[in-house]
């Protein structure tokens, strides 16, 4: 890999880190001032409101500035929204506008690797990538548990920085903390080298730039693998958010913890995530990305598995290595989420990748990756949206898993069979390096 592919990953890291750590200071902040617990899964409804909304302008954003300038402005952005959460705005509208900046950073991150790296590297590019930000999800989950608990918020708020910013909780101090991640972030993203990718000048008036949008997502749709791998990342991501507040409830009720041991517990599916993505990075090429959708099915059968998983089943014992000591019926729960997370990584990379290819080929990098964000968050929105009236029905939590699993199980099943009829119509393989670009002039 080119050594500019090093420090967009460092970016990526740090970022992701601290947006996963914010998540949970903000349940925490939601707790503390007794929200309903209808309003924790709109924290990421908010949050990925942004994608759908800017959809349409992100892609032009992206593609009119060095996409180092484009991560390192976004990463400000969602510094920004932190703060105001720390100065008293309602989390869900601050929470908005961290969303505001994610959904600029994403155009840049994608789309600067199909200009640094050419199609056969990836795969193996996403894979990384794709392992770094599960990292980040896995460590940033853990880092605002810790941030949030009881012995770091006392060690936290003893120091004079915070004092003197009169922050006196402990979801605030853990929010000042996760600003230091971010600036973090900012630093990396100075590190980005210009790839020398330039476009065609980019519109900014509203009108045009919806003809425009509207254009690529027809574009992508009508593309026999553009709408196999755009339906399949669709379903990922709304899955995956859902499932990311599934599993908190899920802990709390089946295994009896609480947020931050529960936090801990979410991580495990990321670093099942992080597995799966890596293994597919050494052993999938792009050309057979597409044998990999019978691993989304199996997932779905695991999910609803996975529902009827409780303590009780267990023997109330604790597996000792030196001075850690696991219970062992928290241990068998991280590698039931640990296996679902691999097979959510096996078959979302090659799908991932591929859709990039498409989309750099067919369209240009910001503008493709701003149609997958939009189509992907679209679907996140709808599926929190459900989850959250579940919620407020008082559905129970492994009812909401089974219904989860099925959803995900039926999903697959049809793009299986609508990739089938693809292919009976043309061999895909000679679609791959296809070019035409197709983008309005």
């Known amino acids: 890999m080119k050594k500019g592919f090093y420090w967009i ?9 601290a947006d996963n750590a914010l998540l949970i200071a903000a349940i925490a902040l939601l707790i503390q001032s007794q929200a309903p617990g209808w309003m ?20 032009g954003f992206s ?37 505001l900046g994610a959904a600029a950073y994403s155009p840049a991150k994608y789309g ?14 996403n894979g990384w990538i794709e392992g770094t930000t599960v990292g980040s999800i896995i460590l940033g989950t853990v880092l605002g548990g810790y941030l949030v608990s009881d012995s770091a918020s006392a060690w936290l708020l003893e120091l004079r920085p915070l004092q003197a910013m009169h922050v006196a909780t402990s979801a605030n101090a853990a929010l000042a903390s996760i600003a230091v991640v971010y600036v973090i972030a900012a630093a ?13 000048h980019q519109t900014y008036h509203p009108g045009r730039q919806l003809v425009e949008f509207g254009h690529c997502m027809r574009v992508l749709w009508s593309d026999r693998l553009g709408q196999i791998s755009m339906a399949v990342t669709t379903l990922f991501w709304g899955a995956g958010a859902t499932l990311q507040f599934i599993v908190i409830k899920w802990a709390e009720s089946a295994l009896g913890l609480d947020l931050s041991d529960a936090a801990s517990l979410q991580a495990t599916v990321a670093f099942g995530v992080a597995f799966g993505a890596m293994l597919a990075a050494v052993r999938v090429p792009l050309k057979k990305s597409l044998r990999v959708l019978p691993v989304g099915m199996a997932m779905g059968v695991a999910c609803m598995l996975v529902a009827f998983y409780s303590r009780a089943w267990v023997p109330e014992l604790q597996l000792s290595v030196g001075r850690l000591h696991v219970p062992l019926y928290l241990l068998f729960a991280g590698l039931f989420m640990m296996g679902i997370g691999a097979m959510a990584g096996y078959f979302v990379v090659p799908m991932n990748a591929l859709l990039q290819h498409r989309g750099y080929v067919l369209l240009s990098a910001g503008h ?16 929190l949206g459900m989850y959250s009236l579940l919620v407020g029905a008082n559905l129970g939590v492994q009812s909401t898993m089974v219904l989860f699993g099925a959803f995900v199980l039926a999903s697959m099943w049809l793009v299986i069979r609508w990739n089938r009829r693809n292919m009976r ?12 670009r197709v983008l309005p002039r």
């Open 368 to 383: 493709s990756i701003a149609v997958q964000n939009f189509n992907e968050n679209l679907s996140v929105l709808v599926m």
């Open 188 to 200: 990396c993203n100075l590190r980005i080298p210009d790839t020398g990718a330039r476009y065609p």
């Open 40 to 59: 924790t899964p709109l924290l990421k409804f908010f949050f990925t409101a942004s994608y759908v909304l800017l959809g349409p302008f992100v892609g």
């Open 112 to 125: 600067i690797l199909t200009e640094l790296l050419p199609p056969q590297q990836l795969v193996a590019a």
């Open 9 to 17: 990953m460092a970016a990526q890291f740090f970022s992701s880190l």
């Open 63 to 99: 593609d009119s500035l060095q996409k180092g300038h484009v991560m390192l402005i976004t990463n400000l952005v969602k510094l920004a929204g932190l703060l105001l959460m720390l100065f008293g705005t309602h989390p869900l509208w601050a929470y908005a506008v961290v969303g």
């Open 425 to 436: 119509e043309r061999d895909w393989t000679q679609l791959i390096g296809e070019p035409r």
